[in-house]
């Protein structure tokens, strides 16, 4: 079984920075692409950013030059590094693992970011 841990969200005035961690327990976590998602309230979750085994990145628009994702897959956890945060970003945040073996996709419980104007 898969589980994913989210940590690092809180509350943060604009033009901020956060770091998200999530960690995953489980086996086989490198052949795993692992993405953010992000659902703010009266909207649908939506992809923040994604991250390959291979280390492809892809990002939403509206946070491309603001965010990065990182994985590092010795110790299971894959990060989002948040800058110049903005009142818009606010969401909770939630981590995903995809395993392209099995399709199978397993989420986390999310961490709330608010960023106050």
């Known amino acids: 079984q898969v589980q994913l841990v989210e940590s690092g969200g809180g509350l943060v005035q604009a033009g901020g920075s956060l770091r998200l961690s999530c960690v995953y327990f489980?086996?086989?976590?490198?052949?795993?692409?692992m993405g953010w998602y992000r659902q703010a309230p009266g909207k649908q979750r939506e992809l923040v950013a994604s991250?390959?085994?291979?280390?492809?990145?892809t990002y939403a628009d509206s946070v491309k030059g603001r965010f990065t994702i990182s994985r590092d897959n010795a110790k299971k956890m894959v990060y989002l590094q948040m800058n110049g945060l903005t009142p818009e970003d606010t969401a909770v945040y939630y981590c995903?693992?995809?395993?392209?073996?099995?399709?199978?996709?397993?989420w986390g419980q999310g961490t709330q970011v608010t960023v106050s104007s």
């Open positions: 489980g086996s086989i976590f490198s052949i795993n692409t």
């Open positions: 995903k693992s995809s395993n392209p073996l099995v399709h199978r996709d397993y």
């Open positions: 991250i390959t085994s291979g280390g492809s990145t």
